[in-house]
């Protein structure tokens, strides 16, 4: 816009993460956090009951229910859906949104509505999620929307209340952080592995205090599926926030989605999107640059994402890791994981393969592994579970054949749904348990008490589930 | 939430890195509606050892948390800090915070206390010697004294934030003062952005 251009001239160069937050600051003062205006709240059943009970105690409406969406995800089944939920306490949760959502005015996506999904996956899907804007949720994964060039961070519960009552949240700045990722990926390397393999190296607090803006080529030949792969995992490596500059891949996934701009708007909107793009010469506090032609699948060994391998390695020795605190960690989760230092990581035997969750449920994600398993069965004893990241992309999938290429394979098809990636609804691991997941977190018990997570891609995960180990499209060909 | 001025008492080392607060309160225990009673959930799976630390008779009673790196860290559930606060603790020690952690801490009342890693070692080493090592922070000083660990030194805790635990601040309050500007800048965002509605 000739507006904005106009008050660029002389200005320092600013990156696209300050160009945001410059363009949101309702109050600035000195000694005072910046007071930011909130274009989007998400919300689901599990981090806003006590929220909506701090508006009722203090008599405050919600601000902006036009700028709040509401949907049930975190503790919902992924089966039998016309079925009462068997946990009671669950069952409260769900019925405690849907109540809050009615009295306060909130649009609410429940369980069974065509439009329901997890809350990350259901955002870019409506158009919701768009270039430039701030958007918060109850929900850390909420990095995932700074693929779209929006700076989106998770929030508590306080501050959930906070912006369901003012539609502004206090913040203190973030400094900048560039991950510059050049080259063309090998083949068989996904968005998955590249951001595995960065939270290896920077650490599971490489990003704390930072939004990082994920940049160079690789990134650019990345669909919006596998930019949002990357962003949603910035948070395992401790950002603030994560984003990628919108470009005419960002405005062609977005142009006709339910909520994105139409007609004069649309071009209005593309006029701003297109200005904020990091400027030339702008500086980063922090810099870090990745080869993606020397990566490959990467597969977590560990109990927190840092803790990664390539798929050719073995599992690391704690006494070759030079930090004693890490090393004692990695101690620790060796025998949390029932791995003994110097297995191959192909020679370790798999339970369950889940694909699913706000990092790898997209339709991308589930035509990748689709390919790999079709005409093919999963491994004698395993089980295997596909879980739509929402009812769209579950529909679109069955519209594609690919449930049947899943369920043919012997995997199950399910509802949409957090589901294995943190079992709180009734999926979940046994103790020892081992998975393949295409989730975000190894955390111990993440999956469920005594479960034993590694995180992969969607097309290990399936190559995983027919090998019966840990295995590549390219092992079972 | 409650004034914060000045918390002393006996601490719990806790001494490993980058504890995710899937550990400090398992997900089993988020389906509650409730903003109260999660001490019991406070590491609970790490309680089914009766050799946790936090089993141990000679730390009961304590007030402060001291912990290793990256305290905090993954999920966003603010009950992470209830379950602190309810278990008994009023601040946590370590080098380092998750962000959004960090945040939660200074909205719910739970002190975040950063020290040099070479503090916090001490301060590790000397209440596994001795249980009874008292361990003093005055928020508006920005200071932790431990005398029997030979530890004295400051903490960064912002101006703004310091003010808000001393008065025990409600933040919404605090941002509706500034109602006026909400509704400017309300007048001027472009009609294209979405709503839900």
Redesign the interface.
Not at chain 1, 165 to 168: F, G, P, R
């Given at each position: 816009m000739e507006r904005l251009a106009s008050q660029n001239v002389g200005r320092q160069p600013q990156t696209l993460a300050d160009k945001v937050w410059a363009s949101h600051v309702?109050?600035r003062a000195e000694?005072?956090?910046d007071?930011l205006?909130i274009?989007?709240h998400l919300v689901h059943e599990?981090?806003s009951?006590?929220a909506f009970?701090g508006l009722r105690l203090?008599g405050?409406p919600v601000r902006r229910?036009?700028?709040?969406?509401a949907t049930m995800d975190?503790?919902t089944p992924t089966i039998g859906l016309d079925l009462p939920l068997a946990?009671p306490?669950?069952a409260?949760?769900i019925e405690?949104l849907a109540a809050n959502c009615a009295e306060f005015g909130?649009?609410l996506y429940p369980m069974g509505h065509a439009n329901q999904g997890i809350v990350h996956v259901i955002g870019p899907e409506q158009?919701?999620t768009?270039p430039g804007?701030t958007i918060v949720c109850?929900?850390?994964h909420t990095s995932t929307h700074g693929a779209f060039g929006a700076l989106a961070?998770?929030?508590?519960?306080?501050?959930v209340?906070?912006v369901l009552?003012?539609?502004?949240l206090?913040q203190?700045r973030a400094a900048n952080m560039a991950v510059t990722i050049d080259g063309d990926l090998p083949a068989g390397v996904t968005a998955k592995d590249v951001i595995l393999a960065l939270i290896g190296r920077i650490g599971?607090?490489g990003g704390?205090?930072h939004v990082i803006e994920y940049r160079g080529s690789t990134i650019r030949s990345l669909s919006m599926e596998g930019r949002m792969t990357i962003c949603n995992m910035s948070?395992?490596a401790?950002a603030?926030a994560g984003m990628v500059a919108p470009d005419d891949k960002t405005f062609a996934w977005l142009e006709g989605r339910p909520?994105?701009?139409k007609g004069a708007?649309?071009d209005?909107?593309l006029d701003?999107w297109r200005g904020l793009a990091t400027d030339e010469g702008a500086v980063f506090d922090k810099e870090v640059t990745v080869d993606a032609t020397t990566l490959r699948p990467h597969v977590s060994w560990g109990t927190?994402p840092s803790q990664v391998v390539a798929i050719d390695d073995d599992v690391p020795d704690p006494d070759r890791i030079a930090d004693a605190?890490?090393a004692?960690?990695a101690r620790?989760a060796l025998t949390y994981m029932g791995l003994r230092a110097g297995t191959p990581m192909r020679d370790i035997p798999v339970d369950t393969v889940f694909i699913g969750s706000c990092t790898n449920s997209r339709i991308e994600d589930l035509r990748a592994a689709a390919a790999v398993v079709d005409g093919r069965h999963v491994s004698a004893g395993m089980r295997a579970m596909v879980v739509p990241g929402s009812m769209r992309v579950k529909a679109d999938a069955e519209a594609e054949g690919l449930d049947r290429i899943f369920t043919a394979a012997g995997f199950e098809w399910r509802a949409a749904g957090c589901s294995m990636c943190?079992?709180?609804n009734p999926d979940q691991l046994a103790p020892q348990e081992r998975c393949a997941s295409t989730s975000n977190?190894n955390?111990?018990?993440?999956q469920g008490?005594g479960g034993r997570t590694h995180l992969v891609s969607p097309a290990v995960a399936a190559a995983t589930a027919v090998a019966g180990h840990f295995a590549t499209p390219e092992d079972i060909r | 939430m409650e004034p914060v001025r000045t918390i002393a008492g006996t601490a719990v080392p806790l001494r490993r890195a980058d504890v995710d607060t899937d550990q400090i309160i398992p997900s089993e225990w988020l389906k509650r509606v409730e903003r109260t009673g999660f001490g019991q959930g406070l590491f609970a799976e790490w309680r089914a050892d009766p050799d946790f630390v936090l089993n141990q008779p000679r730390h009961r009673g304590a007030t402060v948390l001291v912990t290793g790196p990256n305290f905090g860290t993954g999920s966003s559930r603010e009950h992470a800090v209830w379950a602190l606060q309810d278990y008994g603790f009023s601040a946590v020690v370590s080098p380092s915070f998750a962000d959004i952690f960090r945040t939660n801490c200074t909205k719910a009342g739970l002190l975040p206390v950063q020290v040099d890693a070479g503090v916090a070692e001490a301060l590790l080493a000397a209440i596994e010697a001795d249980p009874a090592v008292v361990v003093t922070i005055d928020v508006e000083a920005r200071t932790l004294l431990a005398a029997a660990a030979g530890v004295s030194t400051t903490f960064p805790l912002d101006d703004f934030t310091r003010w808000r635990f001393l008065e025990g601040l409600d933040d919404i309050g605090l941002s509706l003062r500034n109602e006026a500007e909400i509704v400017a800048y309300e007048a001027v965002r472009p009609a294209w952005m979405p709503t839900a509605s």
């Open positions: 309702v109050h000694g005072e956090p007071l205006y274009d989007l599990v981090t009951p006590q009970d203090a405050r229910p036009d700028l709040t969406v975190h503790n946990d306490v669950s409260k949760q405690t909130v649009t158009g919701l768009q804007m109850g929900d850390s961070f998770g929030i508590g519960t306080s501050e209340e906070h009552a003012t539609q502004t206090p203190g599971t607090g704390v205090g948070i395992e401790g603030r909520r994105a701009p708007d649309w209005a909107a701003h927190n605190g890490q004692e960690s620790r943190l079992g709180m977190r955390f111990e018990g993440r008490r | -």
